[in-house]
């Protein structure tokens, strides 16, 4: 009997260390691939069959399944995911996707041509999207990133250490957080802030290039995303709890406001007095040789 055919590929989650939709207006971002793996297997079936736990990613596996030249037909797509919500899923689904059924068609890929079809399959999931978690999920590492104009892979002296603290789910998608922003982006002291995120991420590489204390940084930029209003009330409080502590603090991807705003990053702390404190967290590194 013929053996059926298999493909797995395995993707990376990412963390976005500055420069949230600031990145959307052309303001660099930093971004790292992080140790949370998506395993995504791609399979020979009778008909169209996705198995997955995240939550509904069925438009978006079709989407990736055509953009790869496959008919969304006779095949079974299973995905098995420890990227927690808010740390590149979309991407990773979109990426897993594409690459798997490349290879089940025996074609080529390159990176660039992948992070392409990503970018335009995650499209379809964020309103805009600036591209910057598919180059995370696709590239790897820890990554400088503008939109349309540059990426380039940074080589940093230290290894931060990164606790990721549950603010709660958003109700609102990314997409809706970046379109709420477009509307209120109208008011020029909004636009600034926007612009002023832009420089504290440039500050940012500046201390990560050195192996320097980024936890001021990271407070200026946490403030300035509650100040043009992707945090909501709870994420505010833990926020100004986790920095009485003496962490830095900021939300990082799209945030919410409504109820949670997702995770929260944490730098410069100690994970178990965080837990102790009642709070659901889990930690990550970056950099490092
Ligand atoms: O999908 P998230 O939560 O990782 O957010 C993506 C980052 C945004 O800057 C909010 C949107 C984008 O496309 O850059």
Redesign the pocket.
Known sequence: MAKTKKITVLIFG?V?LS??????YGEP?LVAAVDKKMRITLEQAAQFELSSQTEDKLGLVKYALEKSGMKPEKVRVTIRSEIPS???T??AVCAGVIKAAYEYQKRTLDKDKWFQLTWEC?KKA?W??????PAAVIYGGLLWYV?GREMKHLAIPTTYSLVLVDSGTPLES?GE??SGLAKRSINPSIKEKIVEIGGVTRKIRQKLELGADIRELINENGLLLEEVGLVGNKGQEIGRRLRKMGYGVKI????GVKEGS?RLMVVGANLEAIKDRGYQAFEVSIGGV
């Open positions: 990412k976005i420069g949230e939709h600031s990145v959307v971002a808010g740390m590149g979309s991407a995650e964020h805009n999207s600036s591209g910057v978690d939109r990314t957080m970046v990082t991807g799209a945030g997702g």
